[in-house]
């Protein structure tokens, strides 16, 4: 069964969206940042595209 992710469909707040483009910066893999910010893979993959942030896969 897939995970249930508490934050689903809530919206990105500022603060997140400033440490994801931190952790992008830093190389953080996907995994390790979706579970940074309590936020699927798929949210944070989906974020990303959206700000043009390169994500490593895996690390």
Same mark, same amino acid.
């Given at each position: 069964?897939?995970?249930?992710?508490?934050?689903?469909?809530?919206?990105?707040?500022? =603060? %997140?969206?400033? $440490?994801?483009?931190?952790? !992008?910066? @830093?190389?953080?893999?996907?995994?390790?940042?979706?579970?940074?910010?309590?936020?699927? =893979? %798929?949210?944070? $993959?989906?974020?990303?595209? !959206?700000? @043009?942030?390169?994500?490593?896969k895996?690390?």
């Amino acid at each position: 069964m897939a995970e249930k992710f508490e934050r689903h469909r809530q919206p990105w707040t500022n =603060e %997140e969206i400033q $440490k994801l483009h931190t952790y !992008a910066k @830093k190389g953080m893999s996907l995994k390790a940042i979706a579970n940074a910010l309590t936020r699927s =893979e %798929e949210s944070v $993959k989906i974020r990303a595209k !959206a700000d @043009k942030l390169t994500i490593d896969k895996l690390r």
